[in-house]
């Protein structure tokens, strides 16, 4: 059974704070994903990673920046997190060939 | 640019059949899926079209039509359960990215 997990479903945070969110796959799949999904706005792509310690900017990328060290782990660092980045925030992992595979999803609230 | 479009919200009553549109424009293509997200939840993967026409699934069939940039998913039997929004996503022509529409919150009524 393929898995996606994120390592926190909620947390709040203050303003300025460094925010870290992980994400682990256990399918060996190259291409990792993090997204944000607001209301309305249906799921914008971060960023993306399609092998270790390569990365992509995605739509919105103001404000993150992430991390692959290993194959399996795509982290989505907030370097000073604002109010604006409250939200529901999804990793997904591909191996592209069809879908991709959804993390259970954080939602991040920022006070 | 990207541009997936679908409806805001759609109502239902449980037994019966609903469609749920998707229209794009995208710079790329390489196949159309339909994702269910229950409220809270992350998206579940329903069917995935990359050649025109018609894929079931079970109560679930999604259909494309590339010419047209048009797709849709259809639920028959329609369940209590089948209460969520509905995500339509394009897949760009060299695999990596995916582009999501708003998605479709369909509410099924006794």
């Known amino acids: 059974d393929v898995k996606v997990t994120q390592s926190s479903r909620y947390l709040v945070k203050r303003t300025g704070e460094k925010v870290f969110l992980e994400c682990v796959q256990d399918?060996?799949?190259?291409?990792m994903f993090w997204y944000r999904q607001d209301p309305g706005l249906g799921l914008r792509l971060i960023y993306f990673?399609?092998?270790?310690?390569?990365?992509e900017k995605g739509d919105i990328p103001e404000g993150y920046s992430v991390s692959r060290e290993k194959k399996e782990r795509f982290s989505l660092i907030l370097e000073s997190a604002s109010t604006n980045q409250t939200s529901m925030y999804l990793c997904?992992?591909?191996?592209?060939?069809?879908?991709?595979?959804f993390g259970p999803g954080t939602r991040l609230t920022v006070t | 640019g990207q541009n997936i479009d679908q409806p805001t919200e759609m109502t239902a009553t449980e037994g019966a059949i609903v469609q749920i549109n998707c229209t794009y424009q995208?710079?790329?293509?390489?196949?159309l899926f339909w994702y269910q997200q229950h409220a809270g939840e992350a998206p579940t993967f329903l069917s995935y079209?990359?050649?025109?026409g018609l894929e079931e699934k079970g109560r679930f069939s999604s259909f494309l039509s590339r010419s047209k940039g048009y797709s849709y998913l259809l639920l028959k039997e329609l369940q209590m359960k089948d209460s969520a929004s509905y995500l339509c996503?394009?897949?760009?022509?060299?695999?990596?990215?995916?582009?999501f529409g708003s998605g479709t919150k369909l509410n099924v009524k006794p």
């Open positions: 997904a992992s591909h191996d592209r060939e069809y879908e991709q595979y």
């Open positions: 399918m060996d799949h190259e291409n």
């Open positions: 990673s399609y092998d270790v310690k390569m990365k």
């Open positions: 995208t710079s790329g293509f390489n196949g």
């Open positions: 079209n990359v050649l025109d």
């Open positions: 996503a394009v897949r760009d022509q060299d695999f990596n990215k995916f582009y």
